[in-house]
């Protein structure tokens, strides 16, 4: 097994062995607690070394009566053919002692004598280690002994050896836990969360491996083992210590437990001694997490609930005092005080929302609601209300549909209209998230119609601008700007600015997709935004981001897109606005394959589709950017991807998703020559194209629909970038996508254009890693009489999405054998050098950081096998 961050210590030990022929021995003595690896270091150090010297080793045991000089019965075994007598008569240490030191002082080879765990040392192994460790630089030999520094109090009489040897004669080598780094690399490469693995672990590589070895965060069973046989030797009142200590996540204050337990400092020194038990700066806690967790799931759950109860008795007034809310929730869930729950969880939440920790508010409320005994109906719509919002915005859109139509139905009942109006809005969104426009529609118009008759309100106005974002996300301009600028209206009214910045940005949305008012909708959507950022309206601000982002990728502005998505992404994800994270995150996607780089979109839509929560108005989206690139790649089992983003793009009734879709099935119809598409549901997208819908996306659709069916569909507005009618127009069409940045585009517009036109075609297209679509032009171009095309790319590069190279392919495959650089150099007749810089190729084109993550990616994409 490789070593963690412990060539350091290997090479002390090797130096003073290779210092031992030369002159005089030495004394390693290695220590740190359990499990830091300290047989380890010296099971590689003497296997590195073994064919030059005789190695011997003793072990202590952990009795409660340790054997009399049990690591000299072990050497003794050893080298038995080397000593004349194998049952020496030990009545007489000092004569013992002294026969095996002339013994080893006769050895012609060097020799390495290893005592392990010597905190278990009985007596007289004790007297032999300090005699031999005096008479050291007599003889040719390394003598290492390990021991666990956290074991060895104050008093141990191993202190006292250690106080009273020569210092040149011995080196103390307390060996450190793997740093962070390294912890979370080693969980990188498993695919676990290294943050988590560290935190429970402290770096400890016992630990570290166990917790890997079979991933959960709970405590591997032989770690158990190993902390109860500590605690259970352990006298009644520390004990109770570590029971208090155990049910809290966090530190404890010492004065706290000094109320609890009087007697703790006594009953702690050995702990504090030991290291299991750590104060810092007037707090004190387990050293170990592991420690912790074993401790606390020991317990009977009548005993948790007894001490959490306990605290809550003793420190309730303090932790009000100190607004420590969360503490009293962690104790008044754990010692069943429902009230207290009830009473102090929807205010953490609200604290949480407000630092934009939405998950951890969505949360509490529903801690809120799952304490809640009474039949209130004011308070259970507020714990409802509360929760579905905080759902809405970290994506759990299911979650928040039942909790808003639960919420409605009490309302239904107190006959408040306004309050309906609001719950019946939210549905609207709600169901738009989740895909489903019909049922979007419907809760919009009843919500406008429950509060036609009331004054202008909030809820009216939210009414308003709620049905403006829709006709927004549905392409009908002029309805989104007329039931825009009623709730604009009515916010300033108002003078509610989060209503203005919600409706300003659906206004601004509408605006900025057409090319003559791209200008005018990028300063109120900024100016939506700028209201939103001011005044900490979360929502709104992850919205206005969105909108730019999108609208600009339609604009074909992929400068602008991208700089706008990656702010946004940013902002979403400092406050776990999953929702908007994930439609950024395809809208990132869709960027990436505007301007060829594919591999970025495929593993970021990839990544994506693996939610399986994921909204469908996100999903559609993905599925349609990764059956694009598979199709275009020439991948069998894109259809059913790409039916799919269809079905789901038909739900949600908008162009904007359903162009999307059919686009990628109308280009893969044109690669395969065969039809996938029902005329029905073709009519239906020509319907809503000749109704609503912006310039570019309707000039793509109905391009693809020429160029795969030969179907003409004219429209009002033209995109230069689609007119490639002959040379000219095609030639200019390519130099527009050339300036946008768009080489697959660029290369549809050439092949348009004269012979040399095409073979510039067809080597963008071979450069790509459309291998399809440049086979399909080569035909083309075969068949016209067209000589010296372009060789396309090779087998084994088309047979993998990442578009590795073969060369890149066979040092993968070795690295999959776990060879090293210098190793497939030889395999491979090639340099060293050359093998690192194939493998940083690899790195680049899967996105990884590590051979063992590259092959595990590779074998994931089914690169290889």
């Known amino acids: 097994m490789e070593l963690i961050e412990r060539e350091g210590f290997l090479n002390i030990l090797q130096s003073h062995y290779e210092k031992i022929p030369e002159g005089e021995g030495h004394c390693i003595f290695i220590s740190g607690e359990a499990g830091i690896g300290k047989t380890s270091l010296v099971k590689a150090f003497c296997k590195k070394v073994r064919s030059s010297c005789n190695i011997y080793q003793g072990i202590c045991d952990a009795l409660f009566a340790p054997r009399p000089l049990a690591p000299l019965y072990d050497i003794l075994l050893q080298i038995k053919n080397d000593l004349p007598d194998t049952n020496p008569d030990i009545t007489d240490r000092t004569a013992f002692f002294s026969r ?7 050895q012609e080879k060097v020799n390495i004598i290893v005592f392990e765990d010597i905190h278990w040392a009985d007596e007289a192994t004790l007297d032999f280690i300090k005699f031999l460790a005096r008479r050291i630089t007599q003889l040719q030999t390394l ?7 956290n074991e060895i109090d104050a008093h141990h009489p191993l202190r006292h050896i250690l106080g009273h040897l020569n210092p040149d004669s011995f080196t103390r080598l307390p060996l450190l836990p793997l740093s962070r780094q390294a912890v979370e690399k080693m969980a990188d490469e498993k695919g676990y969360k290294g943050e988590d693995v560290y935190s429970i672990s402290g770096g400890n590589p016992f630990y570290v491996n166990e917790i890997l070895a079979s991933y959960s965060l709970g405590v591997p069973e ?8 500590t605690y259970n030797r352990l006298d009644e009142i520390t004990k109770h210590i570590w029971e208090i200590l155990c049910i809290l996540p966090t530190s404890f204050e010492v004065s706290y437990l000094e109320k609890m337990e009087p007697a703790y400092s006594v009953a702690i020194s050995s702990c504090l001694d030991f290291k299991i038990l750590v104060i810092d700066n007037g707090l004190i806690s387990f050293k170990h997490e592991l420690f912790r967790r074993t401790i606390e799931l020991s317990l009977s759950p009548l005993v948790r609930v007894e001490l959490h109860r306990n605290i809550l008795n003793l420190f309730l007034e303090s932790f009000e005092k100190n607004q420590q809310t969360e503490r009293i929730i962690h104790h008044a869930k754990n010692a069943n005080e429902y009230d207290l729950v009830v009473r102090y969880a929807p205010l953490a939440a609200k604290q949480a929302a407000s630092l934009g920790a939405h998950i951890e508010a969505s949360k509490l409320y529903l801690s809120a609601i799952e304490y ?16 579905a919002y905080e759902c809405y915005l970290t994506n759990q859109i299911k979650e928040a549909i039942i909790y808003t139509t639960k919420a409605l139905e009490i309302r239904k009942g107190k006959n408040d209209i306004e309050s309906i109006g609001s719950a019946l809005r939210f549905l609207s969104r709600l169901w738009w998230f989740d895909g489903n426009r019909k049922k979007a529609e419907a809760f919009a118009v009843k919500a406008i119609e429950v509060l036609a008759d009331q004054q202008s309100s909030r809820a009216k106005a939210m009414a308003f601008s709620n049905m403006s974002q829709l006709k927004m996300l549905a392409d009908q301009s002029d309805e989104c700007i007329l039931w825009g600028e009623k709730a604009i209206t009515m916010a300033k009214e108002l003078n509610d600015e989060e209503i203005l910045s919600h409706a ?15 200008q005018k909708g990028i300063e109120l959507l900024q100016q939506s935004l700028d ?19 999108s609208s600009a990728i339609v604009m074909k502005d992929y400068t602008l897109a991208k700089e706008i998505l990656e702010k946004g992404i940013q902002y979403c994800e400092e406050r776990d606005l999953d929702s908007w994270t994930a439609y950024m995150m395809a809208e990132k996607a869709r960027v990436y394959l505007k301007t060829g780089h594919w591999n970025e979109a495929y593993i970021m839509a990839d990544n994506l589709h693996r939610d399986e929560y994921l909204a469908s108005i996100v999903k559609t989206g993905i599925l349609a950017v990764m059956g694009t690139i598979k199709a275009r790649s020439g991948d069998n089992d894109v259809l059913p991807m790409l039916l799919e983003s269809k079905k789901i793009a038909l739900e949600t009734m908008e162009l904007q998703r359903i162009i999307p879709a059919f686009v990628a099935l109308l280009e893969y119809e044109w690669i395969t020559n065969r039809f996938y598409i029902e005329k029905e549901d073709i009519d239906t997208a020509i319907n809503m194209v000749k109704e609503m819908g912006n310039i570019y996306e309707n000039n793509e659709f109905a391009f693809w629909l020429l160029k795969s069916r030969g179907d003409r569909l004219e429209l009002k507005e033209k995109f230069a970038g689609y007119e490639i009618n002959n040379v000219n127009t095609a030639l200019k069409a390519a130099s527009l996508w050339e300036q946008l940045h768009c080489p697959y585009e660029q290369a549809l517009a050439l092949f348009e254009g004269k012979e040399d036109d095409k073979k510039i075609a067809v080597s963008i297209m071979q450069k790509l890693g459309a291998t399809a679509v440049y086979e399909k032009m080569k035909f083309h171009m075969r068949s016209s009489g067209i000589k010296s095309i372009p060789r396309g790319i090779r087998k084994s590069t088309r047979a993998n999405p990442a578009n590795l190279t073969e060369r890149e392919l066979d040092v993968l495959q070795l690295l999959k054998e776990g060879l090293q650089n210098k190793e497939i150099a030889d395999k491979l007749f090639i340099s060293p050098k050359t093998v690192d810089h194939h493998i940083s190729s690899i790195f680049f084109k899967l996105e990884v950081n590590s051979r063992a993550k590259a092959v595990q990616e590779a074998t994931r994409k089914e690169i290889i096998k």
């Open 100 to 106: 095996l030191f002339y013994e080893l002082k006769n």
């Open 143 to 149: 003598f290492i002994l390990t021991y666990r520094d």
């Open 222 to 229: 032989n770690i158990k083992d190993a902390v109860l046989s």
């Open 372 to 387: 809640y005994q009474g039949n209130d109906k004011d308070t259970l719509i507020g714990f409802y209300d509360s929760y």
């Open 504 to 518: 300003l940005n659906n206004v601004g949305d509408v605006y900025m997709r057409s090319p003559f008012s791209k």
């Open 531 to 549: 209201i939103a950022l001011k005044n900490a309206y979360h929502e709104h601000a992850a919205r206005a981001y969105t909108n730019l982002g």
